[in-house]
C-alpha cells in the first residue's frame, strides 16, 4: 500500500503562512501539539499505532522537491529566506510520539515550534486514510460520487436564482478529514470542472499547484493562541498576534479569526485600526448568522462601509448551510464559504472528528475559549479560568 504523504506540499496553505510568521518573529517558541478523536470511532484507534509510526517515519524522510519549492516561492506572500529555510528542512522523528493508552491512539509533537508546527494537518491526513482503509472504498467511493452528484446539481440550481450583490465563492477545507488523498483529489477535479463559477480554490497546496486551483488560508487558532505564551499581557495576546501579522504580511492574507476567546472578546480588540487594515473575518464557531450580523454591526459601529470587507465561514459546512448563509448577507458584503469534511469525506460513513491542537507553548498552557460548545481544548483547569477571568467569558 502507498505512503499516506507522498509530498509534503499536502497540506493546508495556512501552516505555511502560520510558519513563515514564527520563523520570522519567534523562532525560538518551545511548543507542544496533542492529537484527540471527539468522537467515537468504529474501532479502537490505537489498533492504528503501528502503522501510524510507520506513515510517521516515511514522512520524516520527505523533504520539499524543486518544483514544490518553486510553487512556493511563486506566491507572493512566501518570502524568499522562508522558501530557503523549507528547501533544508526536514521532520524530525525525535520531536512526534505515537502512543496508546488502552483503546486510545495518543499522539503528541513536542519541540521547537518551527519544527513540529508542521505536523498536524499530515498526522490528522495519516490517522483518517489508514482508518478509512479498513472499510469497503469502492462502496464508499461510489456513494461519495451520488453525494458530489447531488451537490453539484444544487449549486447549478442555484444559478438560477436572481443575482446577488456578490457572487457565491466557495473553497475546499478538506485535506486534514478526508476519507483519502485519491478521494479529495477527484473531488476537487471534478467541482473545478463541473463548477468553476462557485468553486474558486483549496487549502490543500499540492491540490491547488497541480490542478491551477488558488491556494486558500490565512491563519488558524494556534498563531494567536501561541501569544498567551510570547510575554506580552495576556489581555493583549489578540492584538499582538495581529499586530504582527500585518507588519509580516503588509496587506496581504487579510482575514482574521475571531474566536480563540470568543466573538465579544475579539471585537474588543479589533478596533479602527485593525478593522482598516484587514480585508475581513474568519467564523469557525457559534451561529453564523448571528455572529455574521455582529460582524456587520461592528463596522457599522466604526463607520466603515462592509462592501469591500470579505466573511469567510469555515465551521463544519455543507453545501445547503453556505447557501442558507449566502443568500442571508450576500448584498451586503463579500463572502467567502470554506468546506472541508462534506467535501472530502461525505460518503456514507460517519467521519472522525480528530483534531490536533496547540496545548503548550515555552511550558505554558495555551486555550481557545470557543463560541461553540466542545470545542475548547485545555488541561488545565486553572489557566481556563484565568482565561475566562481576564477575557470576561462565562464558564
Known sequence: MSAVISSLLETDLYKFTMWQAMLHRHPQTQAEYTFVCRNESAF?????????????????????????????????????????????????????EVKTRGPTLEIVARGPQVHVMGFEIYVLAIVNELYFRRFDAPSAQAEGRRRLADKIRLLKQFGSEPTRANPFE???????????????????????????????GTSNVLLAKDLGLVAIGTMAHEYLQTYQALGVRLRDFQRAALEDWVQEYRGDLGVALTDVVGMDAFLADFDLYFAKLFDGL???????????????????????DPRPKRLVFSDGLDVPTA?????????????????????????????????????????????????????????????????????????
Not at 514522512?59 to 510553487?71: G, I, Q, R
Not at 512566501?78 to 521532520?91: E, L, P, T, Y
Not at 475546499?172 to 463541473?194: A, H, I, N, P, T
Not at 461525505?346 to 486555550?367: C, F, R, W
Open 44 to 96: 479502537a484507534l490505537a489498533e492504528l499505532a503501528d502503522e501510524v509510526n510507520a506513515e510517521l517515519d516515511h514522512l520524516c524522510s520527505l523533504s520539499f522537491k524543486a518544483d514544490e519549492l518553486a510553487y512556493l516561492g511563486s506566491l507572493r506572500y512566501m518570502k524568499s529566506d522562508f522558501v530557503d529555510f523549507m528547501r533544508i528542512f526536514r521532520f524530525q522523528r525525535d520531536f512526534i
Open 170 to 200: 466557495f473553497f475546499d477545507f478538506g485535506v486534514r478529514r478526508r476519507f483519502s488523498g485519491v478521494w479529495q483529489r477527484e473531488v476537487v477535479s471534478q467541482l473545478k470542472q463541473s463548477v468553476p463559477e462557485y468553486f474558486k
Open 282 to 304: 474568519r467564523h469557525d464557531s457559534g451561529d453564523p448568522i448571528e455572529w455574521g450580523e455582529r460582524a456587520l454591526a461592528h463596522y457599522a459601529k466604526l463607520r466603515i
Open 323 to 395: 447557501l442558507h448563509i449566502y443568500r442571508h448577507f450576500a448584498d451586503r458584503i463579500q463572502l467567502g464559504f470554506g468546506i472541508g469534511t462534506n467535501l472530502s469525506n461525505d460518503v456514507g460513513l460517519q467521519p472522525l472528528n480528530i483534531v490536533m491542537k496547540l496545548t503548550q507553548a515555552n511550558g505554558q498552557s495555551v486555550a481557545k475559549l470557543s463560541d461553540s460548545p466542545g470545542k475548547t481544548l485545555c488541561r488545565n483547569e486553572t489557566f481556563l479560568a484565568y482565561l475566562r477571568q481576564v477575557f470576561n467569558v462565562k464558564g
